[in-house]
Structure formats: C-alpha cells, structure tokens
C-alpha cells in the first residue's frame, strides 16, 4: 500500500483547515508578486522616494485600523464574514491602485484597503485563520500544523515574487509601469476569488462559546475581545511591535529596490532573489516545529532569530551583488524559524476563547510598528549615502528584540511543555 505524502498532521484537517491553506497560498501568491514591483510602479506613475515611503506607513496604518476593528469583532460578526469583508478591500485596493496616479487617491485606498508593500500578511486573514487553525489541531499538533501553515505562505510569496519577475520580463512590447500595473490587476482579481473562496467556509470554523464570555467584562475587555490573556497579550505584542518596527525597515519592497540602487539589478532578477529567499524561508519554518518539541518554543524563536539578523547587518558590506544574494538568502534560511514558533506560543498562553482576538491584537501591533518604518526609509533612500542604513537599524533592533523576548517569557511555558517537564 503506497504511504501518502501528505504529512499525517495535514490528514487530519477537516475539510475548512484545507481551505484555509489554500487561501493562505492564494493570497500570499499575491502578497509576493505585489512586492516586487510596487515601488517601482508608484515610482513609475510619478511618486518620489519620500512620497512612496509615506504612501507605504499610511497604508500600513490604515491595514492596523482595519485589522484592529474586525479580528476584535469576528467571534461577534461570524469569522467567515469577516474573511469575506478583508478579501472585498483587499480587491477594492488593488483597483484603485492600478488605475489611480493621484497621490491622495493612493493614500485613500492604501489606507482603507488591504495592500501588502512587504510580501507579508497584513489584514485580518492571518489571526482569524490562525485562531481556526489552532481550534482544530491538538496542543502537541499545534506548532507542526503552524509550520506547514508558515511553509505554504512562505512557498506562495516566493512563486509570486518569481512570477511577477518574469510577467514583467516577459511584456516587451510594454512599457515598465504598464508591466508593474498587469501584477497590480492580479492582485486585485486574487482578492475577488478570495473572497469567493471565503464563502465556502462552513460553521465549523466559526468559534464556539464565544458569546458567553463578555458578560462579566469591562468596557475595554469588551472592545479588545480580551479578559484573562490581556496582560500577557499586551506584553507580547509589545515586543512584537518592536520586531517588526525593525523589520519595516527591510520589507520585501525596499529590499528589491535597495538592490537595484546597489547593484543595479531589474524586476525579473529580483523575483529570483525573492523566489529563492521565500523557499530558504519557508524550509526553516518547518524545521522549527523540531527544533521547539525539543528545546521550547521560546528558546527556539530566540536562538534562530539572533544569528539571522547577524546576517541582515553584513547583507549591505558585500562588495557584489553575488555575494549579497548569498548573505541575504543564508539570512532567509533561518529567518522564518521564530515565525510559527511565535504563533503557537501566543495560541498556547492565551484562553481558547481569545485566540482571535489575542493573534488580532498582535497582528496589529506587528502592523503599527512595520508601518513607522518606512517613512524614515523613504528618505533615507532619497540620499545616496544612507542607502545601507536601513540593514543596520534592523537588525540591531531585533537582535534587542530577541533579548527582551528571552528575559520577559522564557519561564511561561505552554501547556505541552509543562507536561513534558512533569
């Protein structure tokens, strides 16, 4: 009898687990050929640098407002509803932007839509579908399940940096910012399907006993959808605004153009990069389930996370664009380690009841501090001389960000790690 190749955890997802990862694929698929090519095409429609950089923090800030409001809610409004109203701003945005040259337009739909300027999730798909995900799976399934979740997004944004490369590549008879506008069509027609997709959910997914817990509750547990987890929710997501605060500085957007900058690479070259980078990225997510079921969840996210950015810092002493590459995708290889790791122990530590809700509120504080960022990046790319700087400052950010991690949470242990110590 043939064995499957489909890992046993996998097999024993319902049928809404695989339509979730299928919805992770498609829209990450968009994330990543959106990033490649945006900064070139807001460029190419007549923005400058420092225009871009504002346009991208407002865009990240409007994607924290509407996360913030619809994954505190989606336990009340029904998740599947909610899913459907981000994939409808994920396509409105990406009308908008595909047809609009006008800089408060682009402010407009960036700010109310969903885009994704870095390859990463932003919106309120990721904490919903993580709180489902993590409904289904057992506490000793929960990180492998997160894995493979974080493989398949991380696979998807690699497969669409790459195809967007080669679209634009292949369009000879268009002009450049035409070629960038056919990938910004793409995006918005991904965020219509997805949305078809959405209502294929069935009620299985949605929460269960979520409306029995805000009786008791004050005003603000009410609103953020939190009671027993908030003072750890609002520790961690904290330090998760810090991390990303450092990773806004180095999105998938400013990277691509940092090499053109540098070395002079095209939109095509840099879908290889970014291909290559998302793959390396996607591996080491699988392999931090291992890593954690042997040494803790917290312990591997720091110990992973410390020496990748060590690699971010030397990405810009490279003399050649080949050696760069080579740091940057030595980097990605054990970037994505911390990454399910991250979302397993917030599901681990939180009440089942305010998985939602807790993975909603460190998304958007993830989303606050990556949409600082690039408005210092936007100038600092406007001037030759500081071109670099942006590595530095990220990396040495998240290097403090893992230590402050360690110290805070290394003695609260997920339920499945006190039981192994027992």
């Known amino acids: 009898m043939r064995q499957s190749i489909v890992p046993t955890v996998l097999q024993q997802l319902p049928r809404d687990g695989w339509l979730l990862f299928a919805t992770r694929f498609i829209r990450l698929f968009a994330y990543g050929s959106l ?39 989606a336990e009340r409004i029904g998740r599947r509803r909610t899913l459907i109203v981000g994939a409808a701003l994920m396509a409105a ?13 682009l402010v407009v739909a960036g700010t109310v839509g969903v885009i994704s300027p870095s390859g990463n999730e932003v919106g309120p798909f990721l904490p919903i579908e993580q709180a489902a ?18 493989l398949v997004g991380s696979f998807a944004t690699a497969l669409g940096a790459l195809a967007a490369g080669l679209a634009t590549r292949g369009l000879h008879d268009a ?30 997914a949605e929460a269960t006993g979520a409306s029995d817990t805000t009786g008791g509750r004050t005003t603000f547990a009410r609103l953020a959808g939190l009671g027993r987890s908030r003072d750890v929710v609002a520790k961690l997501a904290a330090l998760f605004a810090l991390d990303s605060f450092a990773g806004g500085f180095v999105i998938q957007s400013f990277a691509a153009y940092w090499f053109y900058l540098r070395f ?72 994505q380690m911390d990454v399910p790791t991250r979302q397993s122990y917030l599901m681990a530590v939180v009440s089942p009841e305010e998985r939602s809700a807790a993975a909603g509120i460190a998304g958007v504080a993830r989303t606050i501090g990556a949409a600082i960022s690039p408005l210092f990046v936007g100038f600092l790319f406007a001037r030759p001389a500081l071109i670099d700087l942006p590595f530095f400052i990220a990396g040495t950010l998240k290097i403090t960000y893992d230590l402050l991690l360690y110290r805070a949470f290394v003695t609260l242990q997920p339920p499945e790690e006190m039981r192994n110590r027992a």
Do not use: C
């Open 35 to 73: 990033s490649v090519v945006l900064v070139f095409y807001l460029i190419g429609v007549g923005l400058s640098e420092p225009q871009t950089g504002t346009l991208l923090t407002l865009t990240l800030v409007g994607d924290t407002a509407v996360s913030l409001y619809l994954t505190t809610r």
């Open 93 to 105: 945005a990406g009308i908008v932007f595909a047809s609009a040259h006008t800089l408060w337009l």
């Open 133 to 150: 995900l993590a409904h289904v799976a057992t506490d000793r399934t929960r990180t492998e399940v997160l894995a493979w979740y974080t």
């Open 175 to 204: 002009a450049p910012t035409s070629r960038y506008r056919s990938v910004v069509i793409l995006y918005a027609a991904i965020g219509a399907a997805l949305a078809v997709l959405f209502s294929r959910l069935s009620r299985a």
């Open 264 to 335: 002079g690479a095209d939109p095509a070259t840099l879908g290889t990069i970014f291909f290559w980078a998302n793959v390396f990225a996607g591996l080491s997510a699988l392999l931090a389930s291992r890593l954690a079921s042997r040494f803790g969840l917290i312990k591997t996210m720091v110990a992973t996370h410390v020496p990748s950015n060590l690699l971010l810092i030397l990405v810009p002493l490279m003399p050649t664009l080949r050696l760069a590459v080579l740091v940057l995708l030595a980097r990605f290889s054990i970037s």
